[in-house]
């Protein structure tokens, strides 16, 4: 027993060690500007929201970057659940011609470079007037992560019982009524899971924002971050508050949904 | 007949849009590298067509080949460190002790921060004046006197790989834990019995079982390492003097800095090339170990 509470220990020693980086940006973020080059210690000799009321009182548009990035994340996990949810589901079940073929494809494409797309995609979204629009980077985004989470969600249809869906054919169930009140309801781990990749993945997505949205009050919190450099010069303790801030809504949706992310990342890779 | 089309509709709208949205652009991009284009013919599509011209000048750019081969260095070390460093952690957090769940999970932090702002924090620990690396390291007597780890042309891509290593633990680690945690028990029991050594086990049996997994990571975060972009973008921008150019930040630095859209286009479709034979390794590789149903 206390062989294995001495595991526990060390584990936490790792587990500290490797997120220091997360730590040292929340610490930088409470000391006093004065403080942040003089306090070299690991732990703050002082601590205050100084940095953070710089970024929400400043004349920088915080709570519009957030605003730009929260709907962005909605708008590409709604759409990659309407989409995948049901491409899955045929995936795994019907008996499609073909449907090896897709499943290719679909691992296929996951893999493609988003830098290499860009460019193609920045012509084909400003002849359809998608530049400078949020609806345009949601669109880009789910080709980055659609074909990820109808990889994650095949796996969760095929672990379900089949002679749930047999039960209701023979009822005489469509196969879209069937889907929507027997077979979604019993994925809904791995829903979760799609839900909460879309959002972080979105939420992160850098390099799409950065090609289309050119407008200042279309960008996203990872663009905004670029831009405070070069208002505020390198103010480090507004910079980690800042860094802090945009990362607590990711922060939040993994606690919530951490028990599903492990599994769902290793189904939609290996199996 | 209906029931058919049933089944397709399914399917159907998710296809229809990657082929659209990724395909299409795709396709694209191919035609893109074989025309001159600038700034005014981009949009209209007017752009005269000049057959291999521009992959001529990729390839006669030493630019690109100096970062073709930064690009390998870069994967090489993320890979190898990464996946080391992935293994032994998932080893241990594969152990059964009270709350080894709850801090596999929590590592994934690493993973799921946005890299901007990994990026970010990264610049600031090393930082060459302030950096709480620099005064780590002069501290404990490692070093005499501070490094700009990221302003030197000798240690800038050593610290952005370092960077990007600490970025892909977490997703070496999970993977590789999935894969132990598929190893039955019971396979160990003969050895046990023939008192075998645990370096042994490790050798004859983790290894050769771990196998399948290991080679489907390294191929995955091959071809996820090869495109990464973000982390140089904000760490270096690929400088100073190009010591941390890469193949995937060059290519997007030709079109949309230098507006070279051509050249952008043929050098991303090479990359792509080089990326398309190790995606082809993957699918192969998971189509054997997990036969599709």
């Known amino acids: 027993m206390r062989k294995k509470w001495a595991l526990s220990l060390f584990g936490l020693i790792i587990v500290a060690v490797y997120l220091f980086p997360i730590y040292w940006m929340v610490a930088t973020s409470l000391k006093p500007t004065s403080a942040i080059f003089s306090d070299i210690n690991i732990i703050p000799a002082q601590i205050t929201l100084e940095s953070y009321q710089n970024i929400l009182t400043q004349n920088y548009p915080f709570l519009t970057y957030m605003k730009n990035s929260l709907i962005i994340s909605v708008g590409v996990t709604v759409g990659n659940l309407l989409l995948g949810a ?134 996203t919190i990872t663009l905004g971050m670029r831009q405070f450099v070069g208002q505020f010069g390198t103010n480090w303790g507004s910079m980690m508050a800042l860094s802090a801030l945009s990362s607590l809504p990711i922060i939040i949706i993994f606690m919530a949904t951490q028990k599903y992310i492990a599994g769902g990342l290793s189904s939609g890779a290996v199996k | ?111 799921m921060t946005p890299i901007i702002i990994v990026g970010t924090i990264f610049k600031w620990m090393l930082d060459g004046k302030y950096g709480i690396v620099n005064n780590m390291l002069v501290n404990i007597g490692l070093m005499n006197s501070p490094i700009n780890w990221l302003s030197d042309i000798d240690t800038a891509l050593f610290a952005v790989t370092v960077t990007n290593i600490w970025l892909s633990i977490p997703f070496s680690m999970i993977i590789l834990l999935s894969g132990l945690q598929g190893i039955p028990t019971y396979v160990y029991e003969p050895a046990t019995i023939d008192g075998a050594s645990r370096w042994q086990k490790f050798r004859y049996i983790t290894l050769p079982l771990m196998t399948p997994t290991i080679s489907i990571l390294l191929i995955l975060g091959l071809i996820y390492t090869f495109k990464v972009f973000d982390v140089i973008y904000i760490m270096t921008a690929g400088g100073p003097a190009n010591s941390t150019q890469v193949v995937s930040y060059l290519a997007y630095e030709l079109s949309f800095n230098l507006f070279r859209f051509g050249e952008g286009a043929a050098l991303s479709n090479l990359a792509l090339f080089i990326i398309a034979f190790f995606a082809i390794l993957y699918v192969r590789k998971v189509q054997k170990e997990s036969v599709v149903h």
């Open chain 1, 86 to 219: 049901p491409a899955a589901y045929a995936l795994a079940r019907t008996r499609i011609t073909g449907y090896v073929w897709l499943i290719m494809f679909i691992l296929i494409v996951q893999m493609f470079p988003s830098n290499m797309l860009a460019l193609p995609l920045y012509t084909i979204f400003s002849k359809l007037g998608l530049i400078n629009s949020l609806f345009g980077v949601i669109l880009a985004d789910m080709t980055l992560t659609l074909p990820f989470v109808i990889l994650i969600l095949r796996t969760s249809y095929l672990n379900i019982p089949v002679d749930l869906e047999d039960a209701a054919s023979i009822d005489g169930c469509g196969k879209w009524r069937a889907f929507y009140s027997i077979i979604l309801p019993l994925v809904r781990p791995g829903l979760l899971t799609c839900a909460a990749f879309s959002f972080i993945l979105s939420w992160g997505e850098f390099l799409y924002a950065l090609t289309f949205l050119k407008q200042n009050d279309m960008w």
């Open chain 2, 1 to 111: 007949m209906k029931k058919r089309f049933e089944n397709y509709s399914f399917v159907l709208p998710a296809i229809v849009f990657l082929m659209i949205f990724l395909l299409y652009p795709f396709a694209f991009n191919i035609y893109l590298s074989f025309r001159d284009i600038n700034i005014g013919n981009l949009v209209q599509g007017d752009s005269p067509f000049i057959g291999l011209e521009n992959y001529k000048t990729i390839l006669s750019e030493p630019l690109f080949y100096k970062s073709l081969t930064q690009t390998v260095i870069f994967t090489f070390f993320t890979l190898v460190v990464s996946t080391s460093i992935g293994f032994l952690l998932a080893s241990y957090f594969n152990k059964a002790f009270p709350g080894n769940k709850w801090m596999r999970s929590i590592m994934l932090l690493g993973w």
